[in-house]
């Protein structure tokens, strides 16, 4: 069934389609609503939710705006008691991977095509506090009983707890696991200056790190400063990507910034988040040069290390990266933030001043296809001829 079937059969040009469903939670969907009725929605359950960073409607809203022109995406809401207790946005369409595999795909807070994405991190659906796991449940069960024809579900970077392989059984879905990945986590609680921070590392680093801020310091004071006003962000953010494509084109790759709807995306929530205290953008200098920039994200009191720049030094003894984020730590535990999360990657500073952290997983929840146990038998022989 192709898109336009799958909406008229959805009837989302004017009505709700009710789901119906054994438990009190119930969901709906809706054809996107004008954007202030989502907004003030999403930000009321916004409030009562421990959601992420990457569930708030700073993130969702700036991502809807500059997509919702080029995919079909709905919005899914449950209650329990008429009270509103889960939100998400949901997107439906045929996509094609590997050149052969063609599948009707459903996607959370993401649109099936990945080139429209943001690579989403801590995922999930926005939920009141104390209804996650069933209106989790739920929201999977409404998308097998009354969505129209699809194939897969694709969803990225999932708490762990929340796959469930005995409902996906019942479901009589395939769980197939993409991805496995942890993000990388310090903790600010006795952070009083870097010392105590490099303290607790191995000697060969301990003495590695200081050994590269002496060097730094013989050239001029080390200074990190945190961007004022969004003029001043938007400034640091340019500065960012002069360094950080510096850095991937040495390598020979190309780097974030030569992504035009990446850049155009970040400058959007910088705009739309640094006044909510939700940004922070960081500028660390050596003297009179920047050797580095980090963009993060503030939310309830931590820290998350979304992108970054680092100068491309001549003498390996300078490390610019660890410097610049262990005055980055010291800087937010001054200010009373209790983490610093680096998220997922696979830098080698990330595992070095941060703890693995409860995974996130990438999964497809997939309906029993012909094309798909064809898919599945291939990767395993390749895998075991490799």
Request: aromatic letters at 10%.
């Amino acid at each position: 069934m192709n898109i336009a079937a799958a909406t008229a059969q959805m009837a989302l040009s004017s009505e709700q389609i009710q789901l119906n469903s054994p438990s009190p939670v119930k969901g709906c969907v809706h054809a996107q609503q004008t954007f202030p009725d989502l907004e003030k929605k999403w930000r009321a359950l916004e409030s009562e939710s421990d959601c992420s960073f990457f569930q708030s409607w700073s993130w969702i809203g700036t991502w809807l705006n500059q997509a919702r022109n080029s995919c079909q995406l709905y919005v899914y809401e449950s209650v329990c008691d008429g009270n509103l207790v889960a939100l998400a946005i949901i997107g439906i369409d045929r996509v094609t991977r590997r050149r052969i595999i063609r599948s009707q795909t459903v996607t959370l807070n993401e649109a099936p095509n990945l080139t429209l994405n943001m690579f989403i991190e801590y995922n999930g659906i926005l939920t009141k506090r104390g209804y996650e796991q069933q209106a989790w449940q739920q929201f999977l069960r409404d998308l097998c009983s009354e969505l129209p024809s699809w194939d897969e579900i694709r969803l990225t970077n999932i708490p762990e707890p929340l796959i469930d392989e005995q409902l996906a059984r019942t479901l009589d879905l395939h769980l197939v696991t993409e991805a496995q990945n942890s993000a990388w986590i310090a903790s600010l609680a006795d952070i009083t200056d870097v010392d105590s921070i490099i303290n607790k590392l191995g000697k060969s680093r301990r003495w590695q790190l200081r050994r590269s801020i002496r060097e730094y310091q013989k050239e001029g004071p080390l200074v990190i400063d945190a961007a004022r006003n969004t003029g001043e962000a938007l400034e640091y953010f340019e500065a960012m990507g002069v360094l950080h494509s510096q850095r991937w084109r040495k390598s020979g790759k190309a780097g974030a910034y030569a992504r035009p709807k990446w850049v155009d995306f970040h400058r959007s929530l910088i705009r739309n988040a640094f006044d909510l205290n939700e940004i922070q953008m960081l500028r660390i200098r050596c003297g009179e040069r920047d050797i580095g920039y980090i963009y993060n994200f503030i939310w309830r009191g931590t820290v998350l290390v979304l992108q970054t720049g680092f100068a491309c030094e001549d003498r390996n003894i300078l490390r610019p990266g660890y410097v610049s984020h262990l005055l980055a730590i010291q800087l937010n535990a001054s200010l009373g933030a209790s983490h610093y999360d680096f998220m997922i990657g696979d830098s080698e500073y990330k595992s070095v001043l941060g703890q693995a952290s409860s995974p996130q997983v990438s999964v497809r929840l997939q309906k029993k296809r012909l094309i798909f146990g064809m898919e599945r038998l291939i990767k395993s022989v390749f895998q075991y001829l490799r």
